[in-house]
């Protein structure tokens, strides 16, 4: 299921990182949060995307997103929809189904990738894959009292680095609770070269 999950994509007592058991920074950040139950509440994030000047680029200072229930106009069934506000647009993305993976996980990956291959000129089917590939093989993990933080580097070994424009520094950061409850923070940095940050905090 987990992996079904990244196909859809497509479309600290102290903190002390653990031993890294096989994907299991990986298998903490898809855990499963389904089926979800959110009827008239809804998830409530800040959106913070900044970076470097570039065609086809927007930043973000004062976003959010909400993820909510609505209902499938085609069957009357409940479905999962997500509403992304920007300083310039509102939008609707969806609709994902209630048995399925996080669609606010999705919606970062997908966002991350999209702005790394505007910023770099790389290609975004490149870069989702090696997105995948560290999600599903590698990061670090580390725990503290409730709260799990789960981090990647996804191209910091990647034969193509010097070509990635600083984005070679990429990290992803999960922090996270209980397995099955949303995912608190979820965070893409490449620190200050060339000073991309993707973050969605949940209020």
Same mark, same amino acid.
């Given at each position: @299921?987990?992996?079904?999950?990244?196909?859809?994509?497509?479309?600290l007592a102290t903190l002390s990182p653990l031993p890294?058991?096989?994907?299991?920074?990986?298998?903490?950040?898809?855990?499963?949060?389904?089926?979800?139950?959110?009827?008239?509440?809804?998830?409530?994030?800040?959106?913070?995307?900044?970076?470097?000047?570039?065609?086809? %680029?927007?930043?973000?200072?004062?976003?959010?997103?909400?993820?909510?229930?609505?209902?499938?106009?085609?069957?009357? *069934?409940?479905?999962?929809?997500?509403?992304?506000?920007?300083?310039?647009?509102?939008?609707?993305?969806?609709?994902?189904?209630?048995?399925?993976?996080?669609?606010?996980?999705?919606?970062?990956?997908? *966002?991350?990738?999209?702005?790394?291959?505007?910023?770099?000129?790389?290609?975004?089917?490149?870069?989702?894959?090696? @997105?995948?590939d560290a999600l599903f093989r590698g990061g670090e993990?580390?725990h503290d009292g409730d709260v799990t933080t789960a981090? &990647?580097?996804?191209?910091?070994?990647?034969?193509?680095?010097?070509?990635?424009?600083? &984005?070679?520094?990429?990290?992803?950061? %999960?922090?996270?609770?209980?397995?099955?409850?949303?995912?608190?923070?979820?965070?893409?940095?490449?620190?200050?070269?060339?000073?991309?940050?993707?973050?969605?905090?949940?209020?």
């Open positions: @299921m987990k992996r079904a999950i990244a196909a859809c994509w497509l479309g890294v058991l096989a994907a299991e920074a990986g298998d903490a950040v898809f855990a499963e949060r389904g089926p979800w139950d959110l009827g008239d509440d809804r998830l409530d994030y800040r959106m913070t995307v900044e970076g470097p000047a570039a065609e086809g %680029f927007s930043p973000t200072a004062d976003g959010a997103l909400i993820l909510a229930e609505g209902v499938d106009p085609s069957d009357g *069934q409940p479905v999962l929809e997500l509403t992304q506000t920007t300083e310039s647009r509102d939008r609707k993305i969806g609709p994902f189904p209630i048995s399925g993976g996080d669609p606010v996980l999705t919606f970062f990956l997908e *966002q991350t990738a999209r702005d790394m291959a505007t910023l770099t000129g790389g290609s975004p089917h490149y870069i989702r894959n090696r @997105m995948k993990i580390a981090t &990647f580097h996804p191209f910091e070994e990647d034969p193509n680095a010097e070509r990635m424009n600083g &984005f070679q520094s990429l990290t992803l950061t %999960f922090v996270m609770g209980d397995p099955t409850d949303p995912i608190r923070e979820l965070r893409a940095d490449t620190g200050d070269t060339p000073g991309y940050r993707n973050e969605l905090v949940l209020e």
